[in-house]
C-alpha cells in the first residue's frame, strides 16, 4: 500500500471526495489556515534570511565559507542544525516507533558517530583545507585527478542524503494538507526543490548558515516541548512509557529487543552490523559536514563549535528515543495506519497533536502545525545545505582547478556554481519521487554507507600516511564509490519487494539493505593497493608540511600550490 492512510479513529469534520485527498482533521478551515500561515511564515523568514545574506556576498570567500566570520557558538548551532536533519526527526523517531530496538540503533548511531568525526577529521580537515574536502586532498596530491575523485563523491553522497529530505518533505506535507496520491506529493518535493535552489542561488553559505541557526533553535525548542509533553503523559516514569510502547505495539518483550526490523538470521544480523558500521563511520565521510568547519575564522572557534554541536546534538538524539517510545505508546501503528504505511515518516507530527489535545483539538492542531513548520524548516535547512556543497565542489574543484586549470575569475566561478546548484537540485528531484516509500533514516544510512566508503579512506590516508599518494586517493575514492553504488543498486532497497523504490523486478542480487560492511573495507583496501602501484612519491615530499598546517591551521587560507 502506498498511499498515506489516517486511521478511522481521527474525525473528520469535512469530508471530501477530491482525488488524491483524504479528510483530515487539520482539513477544517480553520486548522488548515493555520497550517498553510505556519508553513508560510518558516518560508518567508528564511527567504528573507537568503535576500539579506545574498547582499553581504562580495566574494567566493564569502560565498563558499561565509566569509569566515562565525563565531564558534554560531557555527555550533549551524553544525547541529545541519546534523539534526529531517532523518533524525522524522525518520528515526518512526522507526523507534514501529521497531522498538532495532529503531533505536539509528540514534546512537548517529550520536556516536559525530564523535568519530569531531576526534579524527573536524579540526584537522579545517585546518589544512580551504573551502572543500577536495582542497585537503590536493595539498600534497595532483591537483585534477583528485579534485575530480573527490568532487565526483561530494555530489553523489549529497544526492544520496538530498533525497532522505525530499522524501520527508512530500510525507509531511502529504499528512497535513492530506495528499495521499504520489503524484501531488511529488509536486511537493518539486517545490521543496525549488526552495533549495533559490536557497542556494542567492544566499550562498551566509545566507545558508543563518537559515540552519534558525532552523536548529526551532528544532531543539519543539523536541523539547513534545518530549515534555510526552513523559508528562507517563508521569515522567520512562519504565511506564517503554511498558506501554511494548504493550501498544501488540508485540510484547520482543518490542524492546533486538529482531523486529532485521530479524535474527544470519543475514538480518550482518545487515544490522553493517548499519552500524555505516552509522559510526559515515559522518566522517559527509561532506555538508565537514565544510561546515571552514566558516570559522581559527581553530579556537572550531574547537567551541564543536563543544556546543556536541550539547545540542548529544541532547536532541536522547529526546528522540522519548518521541519514537511515546509514538509507539500513544499512536496506532498496527499495520495500515497512518505511521506504518509513511515507514514511520509522520510519527512526530501526529505525535505532537496526539500530547496537545488529540485530533480535532485546538491544542492537538497548532501543536501538529508548529512541529510540522519546524521540521519543514528542518528540510529546507539541511537541503539548502548539502546543495551548496554539491554546487561549491563541482565549481571550485571540476571547473576553476581541473577544466579551467585555476584560470578562471571569482565571478565566472561563482556563476557556474549558481547553475550547478540548478542541475543537482533538478537530479535529487528527480531521483526522490520513486523513492517515496522508503523511511527516510534508512535513506540517510545509505548516504553514510557511501560517505564512509568513498571520502574516510582518502581522508584518513591523507592525514595519517606519509606513504599514500594521487594514485591511492584516487583508487581509494573510486573503488569505495563504485563498489557501494553497485551494491545499494543490487539491493532490495532498488528493487525485490512491494516497498523498494521499482516495483515489478527483482534483482536484488545483494542480500544486505546497507552496503557498508563490504564497500567500506573495499574503500580502505583501494587505497593501499592504489599506494604501493602507483608510482608517484612526490606527495611525500609535502606530508610534513601537511602534518603541521593540520595541527596549527598555519596557511590554512591559502590554496594548493601545484
Known amino acids: 500500500m502506498n498511499v498515506l492512510s489516517i486511521p478511522a479513529a481521527i474525525p473528520t469534520a469535512i469530508p471530501t471526495t477530491v482525488p488524491g485527498l483524504i479528510p483530515l482533521a487539520d482539513a477544517e478551515p480553520g486548522n488548515r489556515a493555520l497550517t498553510i500561515s505556519l508553513f508560510s511564515a518558516v518560508v518567508a523568514v528564511t527567504l528573507y534570511i537568503t535576500w539579506w545574506a545574498s547582499r553581504q556576498n562580495k566574494s567566493a570567500a564569502d560565498y563558499y565559507a561565509g566569509g569566515r566570520s562565525f563565531s564558534g557558538a554560531q557555527n555550533g548551532l549551524a553544525v547541529a542544525g545541519d546534523y539534526m536533519s529531517a532523518a533524525s526527526f522524522l525518520g528515526i523517531s518512526g522507526s523507534i516507533a514501529l521497531y522498538g530496538y532495532d529503531g533505536f540503533l539509528y540514534s546512537i548511531g548517529f550520536l556516536v558517530a559525530w564523535l568519530v568525526a569531531l576526534l579524527l577529521i573536524a579540526e584537522l580537515l579545517r585546518n589544512s583545507g580551504r573551502f572543500t574536502m577536495a582542497d585537503q586532498l590536493a595539498f600534497r596530491m595532483k591537483q585534477r585527478p583528485v579534485r575530480t575523485a573527490a568532487a565526483t563523491s561530494t555530489i553523489v553522497v549529497s544526492i544520496f542524503y538530498l533525497l532522505a529530505q525530499m522524501v520527508g518533505a512530500g510525507s509531511l506535507v502529504g499528512l497535513l494538507l492530506g495528499v495521499t496520491n504520489e503524484g501531488l506529493k511529488a509536486g511537493v518535493i518539486i517545490l521543496v526543490g525549488a526552495l533549495m535552489i533559490i ?160 485530533a480535532g483539538s485546538l491544542g492537538g492542531s497548532i501543536l501538529l502545525a508548529l512541529i510540522a513548520a519546524v521540521a519543514f524548516a528542518t528540510i529546507l535547512a539541511v537541503v539548502a545545505g548539502l546543495t551548496l556543497t554539491s554546487a561549491s565542489s563541482f565549481a571550485h574543484d571540476l571547473y576553476a582547478n581541473v577544466l579551467a586549470k585555476g584560470q578562471v575569475s571569482e565571478k565566472s566561478e561563482l556563476r557556474v556554481a549558481r547553475f550547478a546548484a540548478i542541475g543537482i537540485g533538478a537530479v535529487a528531484i528527480g531521483l526522490a519521487i520513486p523513492a517515496q516509500r522508503l523511511n527516510i533514516a534508512f535513506l540517510v544510512a545509505l548516504a553514510f554507507a557511501v560517505a564512509a566508503s568513498a571520502n574516510l579512506p582518502a581522508l584518513l590516508f591523507n592525514l595519517f600516511w606519509k606513504r599514500f599518494n594521487t594514485s591511492g586517493a584516487v583508487w581509494s575514492i573510486y573503488g569505495g564509490l563504485i563498489a557501494a553504488v553497485v551494491l545499494v543498486f543490487f539491493s532490495p532497497v532498488v528493487s525485490g519487494s512491494s516497498t523498494s523504490m521499482i516495483t515489478g523486478a527483482d534483482f536484488s542480487y545483494f542480500p544486505l539493505s546497507n552496503p557498508g560492511i563490504v564497500s567500506i573495507p573495499v574503500g580502505f583496501l583501494c587505497g593501499v593497493l592504489g599506494t604501493y602501484l602507483g608510482r608517484d612519491r612526490s606527495s611525500e615530499l609535502r606530508y610534513n608540511e601537511l602534518s603541521v598546517r593540520a595541527l596549527t591551521g598555519a596557511g590554512a587560507e591559502g590554496p594548493a600550490k601545484h
Not at 228 to 246: E, H, P, Q, Y
Not at 280 to 302: E, K, M, N
Not at 309 to 316: K, S
Open 199 to 358: 536557497y542556494v542561488t542567492i544566499g550562498g553559505m551566509k545566507g545558508t548558515t543563518w537559515v540552519q541557526i534558525v532552523k536548529a533553535v526551532l528544532l531543539m525548542t519543539g523536541t523539547v516541548l513534545i518530549t515534555f509533553l510526552v513523559l508528562l503523559k507517563f508521569d515522567f516514569n520512562i519504565s511506564r512509557m517503554l511498558g506501554a510502547a511494548a504493550e501498544k505495539s501488540g508485540k510484547g518483550a520482543d518490542f524492546l529487543q533486538p529482531g523486529l526490523l532485521y530479524g535474527k538470521d544470519l543475514v538480518g544480523q550482518i545487515d544490522f552490523l553493517s548499519l552500524g558500521l555505516a552509522l559510526v563511520l559515515g559522518t566522517a565521510g559527509l561532506p555538508h559536514i565537514l565544510i561546515r568547519f571552514y566558516t570559522v575564522p581559527d581553530s579556537r572557534s572550531a574547537r567551541r563549535s564543536v563543544q556546543w554541536a556536541i550539547g545540542l546534538i548529544g541532547a536532541f538524539y536522547l529526546m528522540t528515543l522519548a518521541l519514537g517510545f511515546g509514538a509507539a505508546a500513544l499512536l496506532d501503528t498496527a499495520k495500515g495506519s497512518a505511521v506504518e504505511v509513511s515507514k514511520g515518516n509522520v510519527a512526530s507530527p501526529l505525535l505532537a497533536e496526539s500530547v496537545g489535545g488529540g
